[in-house]
């Protein structure tokens, strides 16, 4: 079974201040991991992903496999960062067809 | 390029009813995924469809089911609707459904009311 957790349902911080959105896995696979992004009034869509090891925004994510976790950073908050945050898992093999399992999201807040 | 979009965005049906809900991947794409979003159980896999085959499917129920065309528009149905069907239906669409280097890009939803 696979299964990603986000602990915090609502972060807040203020603009300027460094930001980490916290992802925890469990996965007997190879995984890969991923950030989504949904803005207000917006669609869901990709922030980035493990593999290609980018920074999208400012916001970077490392894939700490012995501790199972995915967090997504950021070191300087912007209030049009405030969205709520995914964090989705697949398999790295690709034989996860079409599927990539959630988290509960985390709804970021970034006050001015 | 014109997004996935889905139709209809909003609907309301009363228990026992069926439903169908369609969606239009972006030009090109050839896989189709459902999920489900509900306030408890978030993000949910319903199906896969590639080339008009199910590659893979989620935990529901048999009154879950889908299809694809060969243009590869995707419908899901939904038979003797129950209360907890209520949710936010999401159909995305990818060139391959594998994620290594592909993107799954969204639509905006069905939202899908059960009374």
């Known amino acids: 079974a696979q299964r990603v957790t986000q602990p915090e349902k609502l972060l807040s911080v203020f603009k300027g201040a460094p930001v980490e959105l916290k992802c925890n896995y469990s996965?007997?696979?190879?995984?890969?991991l991923f950030w989504y992004v949904q803005y207000s009034r917006q669609r869901l869509q990709l922030l980035l992903r493990?593999?290609s090891r980018e920074s999208i925004k400012g916001f970077t994510a490392d894939l700490n496999k012995g501790e199972t976790s995915f967090h997504l950073k950021k070191p300087f908050a912007q209030e049009e960062d405030s969205a709520m945050y995914y964090c989705?898992?697949?398999?790295?093999?690709?034989?996860?067809?079409?599927?990539?399992?959630f988290g509960q999201g985390t709804i970021l807040t970034v006050h001015p | 390029k014109a997004g996935v979009t889905q139709t209809p965005r909003y609907l309301i049906k009363t228990r026992g009813q069926q439903v169908t809900l369609s969606c239009s991947p972006i030009?090109?794409?050839?896989?189709v995924s459902w999920y489900q979003q509900t306030p408890g159980q978030g993000l949910q896999f319903l199906f896969e469809?590639?080339?008009?085959?199910?590659?893979n499917k989620g935990n529901f129920p048999g009154r879950f089911s889908g299809r694809q065309f060969s243009n590869s528009r995707s419908e899901m149905n939904v038979s003797t609707l129950e209360l907890g069907d209520s949710a936010l239906y999401l159909c995305?669409?990818?060139?391959?459904?594998?994620?290594?280097?592909?993107?799954?890009?969204f639509g905006p939803g069905t939202r899908l009311t059960v009374l």
């Open positions: 995305a669409s990818s060139l391959s459904g594998q994620f290594l280097t592909d993107t799954q890009y």
């Open positions: 996965y007997s696979g190879s995984p890969e």
């Open positions: 493990h593999i």
């Open positions: 989705a898992l697949t398999n790295a093999g690709g034989t996860s067809y079409g599927k990539l399992t």
């Open positions: 030009s090109g794409h050839r896989s």
């Open positions: 469809y590639f080339s008009e085959t199910q590659r």
